[in-house]
T-cell receptor, first 111, second 113 residues
Framework: DAGVIQSPRHEVTEMGQEVTLRCKPI?????LFWYRQTMMRGLELLIY????????DSGMPEDRFSAKMPNASFSTLKIQPSEPRDSAVYFC?????????FGSGTRLTVV | SQQGEEDPQALSIQEGENATMNCSYK?????LQWYRQNSGRGLVHLIL?????REKHSGRLRVTLDTSKKSSSLLITASRAADTASYFC?????????????FGKGTHLIIQP
């Protein structure tokens, strides 16, 4: 298994642009999580899905953030419009219920 | 708010020594997990301990859990340079309805060769 695959690895965009982050979870894992990591705030849970259904999006900071999981093998996290304070590393993780498997993350820089 | 808080924030020891990291949390939990993160990489799951367990071992790792004190410790024995990384505790609280882990800010461990 290739693990959790995230793309792109790095993204640099200008303020106001739309950013889409992508995640392919491990096959058979029925939970998918999106986290954001910054030095100041550490790892924050943004949203998670169970069997493709969003369960808890209370961590999504603003309406500018949205996430979808159209099928069991793909999820997106979209930021529109992006702002410099959105700069962070965004991780996707999947799980069958206990330990999580994390992707390598997307380092987002908004200038 | 962060559920777990690791202590110390940073730890530097000589190769071969044991490293101990602590984690405290605030509310009742279902389980507590430890993860490792190497610089620029994703987190790797190390070990999970459930609320009804007190100690668990995995290779050179030993985890303890004291639910009365709401604390856990991670011991890495006979440390190696490759153990240099940040270590995070994460808790799944038992409040029901939420399956997402809450992470602490981590302990940065440096193993001096």
């Amino acid at each position: 298994d290739a693990g959790v695959i995230q793309s792109p690895r790095h993204e640099v965009t200008e303020m106001g642009q739309e950013v889409t982050l992508r995640c392919k979870p491990i096959s058979g894992h029925d939970y998918l999580f999106w986290y954001r990591q910054t030095m100041m705030r550490g790892l924050e849970l943004l949203i998670y899905f169970n069997n493709n259904v969003p369960i808890d999006d209370s961590g999504m900071p603003e309406d500018r953030f949205s996430a979808k999981m159209p099928n069991a093998s793909f999820s997106t996290l979209k930021i529109q419009p992006s702002e410099p304070r959105d700069s962070a590393v965004y991780f996707c993780a999947s799980s069958q219920g206990d330990g999580y498997t994390f992707g390598s993350g997307t380092r987002l820089t908004v200038v | 708010s962060q559920q777990g808080e690791e202590d110390p924030q940073a730890l530097s020891i000589q190769e071969g020594e044991n490293a101990t990291m602590n984690c405290s949390y605030k509310t009742s939990i279902n389980n507590l997990q430890w993860y490792r993160q190497n610089s620029g990489r994703g987190l790797v799951h190390l070990i999970l301990i459930r609320s009804n367990e007190r100690e668990k071992h995995s290779g050179r790792l030993r985890v303890t859990l004291d639910t009365s004190k709401k604390s856990s410790s991670l011991l890495i024995t006979a440390s190696r340079a490759a153990d240099t990384a940040s270590y995070f505790c994460a808790t799944l609280y038992s409040g029901g309805g939420a399956d997402g882990l809450t992470f602490g800010k981590g302990t940065h461990l440096i193993i001096q060769p």
